[in-house]
């Protein structure tokens, strides 16, 4: 069994939909729970983090966390053209530790 | 602030060329790591080193060398390059406190053996 599980989509909405993206887990000692954002050809980039369990906000985005189930969640709100990317959860157990991706959902959003 | 700077971006091999791409980090970051990314496999950790000096293997290492011989240099060797080494290597450097866990990624480095 993989540590992270992601559903790799690919995932196509209109603008201004919601978007859910999640991801499942097996290691209960993870702690930090980050999402990527990927754009064909470039580099991942850090979109949002959180430490252990609960939600954080950030303009359109919200993670979640839930350590119970080991399932993690990212909405996009009013999602736009410039969303499309690919987006990976990661996780780990202490900072600067050892990362453990998923293989990425593939998101398009259609104006 | 250049960030995390990786070279050559592209690149392609013989099978059984041997190659050195070159990753600096300019954040002075304890944490440097190089990965692969394969379509279905996503990212996956090659080599990592906890700072100048310490190096260790994550889940794909074979095949691979790497150095740490300053904070910020981090190269990665393939040694024979073969096919199955196809792919796009990404160099990352991250630091170890709170809050958050940030991992910053290099460009990429696309790389096909033939």
């Known amino acids: 069994q993989k540590e992270v599980e992601q559903d790799p989509g690919p995932l196509s909405v209109p603008e201004g939909a919601i978007v859910s993206l999640n991801c499942t887990y097996s290691n209960s000692a993870f702690q930090y729970f980050m999402w990527y954002r990927q754009y064909s050809r470039k580099g991942p980039e850090l979109l949002m983090y959180t430490y252990s369990s609960g939600n954080k906000e950030d303009g359109r985005f919200t993670a979640q966390v839930d350590k119970s189930s080991k399932y993690i969640s990212l909405f996009i709100r009013d999602s736009q053209p410039s969303d499309s990317a690919t987006y990976l959860c990661a996780m780990s157990v202490d900072t600067g530790n050892q990362f453990y991706f998923g293989t990425g959902t593939s998101l398009t959003v259609i104006p | 602030n250049a960030g995390v700077t990786q070279t050559p971006k592209f690149q392609v091999l013989k099978t059984g060329q041997s190659m050195t791409l070159q990753c600096a980090q300019d954040m002075n970051h304890e944490y440097m790591s190089w990965y692969r990314q394969d379509p279905g496999m996503g990212l996956r950790l090659i080599h990592y080193s906890v700072g100048a000096g310490i190096t260790d293997q994550g889940e794909v290492p074979n095949g691979y060398n790497v150095s740490r011989s300053t904070t910020e240099d981090f190269p990665l060797r393939l040694l024979s390059a073969a096919p199955s080494q196809t792919s796009v290597y990404f160099c990352?450097?991250?630091?170890?406190?709170?809050?958050?866990?940030?991992?910053?990624f290099g460009e990429g480095s696309w790389l096909t053996v033939v």
């Open positions: 990352a450097s991250s630091y170890r406190g709170t809050p958050g866990n940030t991992i910053y």
